[in-house]
C-alpha cells in the first residue's frame, strides 16, 4: 500500500485556516521579508540552503492562498 506523500501539506494548510485574519496579514509580511532576506543571502554567498528560498515561497503562496480565498468569499 502506498503511502500519502503529502500529509504535511494539507497539516500546513489546515493550520493557516484556523488563523484568525490579522494573523494571516502579519504572517503574510513577515514570509515576504524572510523571502527577500533569504533571496539577498543567496546572491552574497551566504545562504546555507537553497531549500530555505523554496519553503518560504510555498509558505507565502500558502498564505497568499487563504487570503485570496477569505477576500472572494466576503464578496
Not at 30 to 54: M, T
Amino acid at each position: 500500500m502506498k503511502k500519502n506523500s503529502k500529509p504535511t501539506v494539507n497539516k500546513a494548510m489546515k493550520q493557516i485556516r484556523e488563523l484568525p485574519q490579522d494573523e494571516l496579514v502579519a504572517r503574510d509580511a513577515a514570509l515576504r521579508k524572510e523571502k527577500f532576506l533569504l533571496r539577498a543571502q543567496a546572491k552574497s554567498g551566504q545562504l546555507e540552503s537553497p531549500a530555505k528560498i523554496r519553503l518560504a515561497r510555498r509558505n507565502l503562496a500558502r498564505v497568499m492562498t487563504e487570503l485570496n480565498n477569505r477576500a472572494s468569499a466576503g464578496k
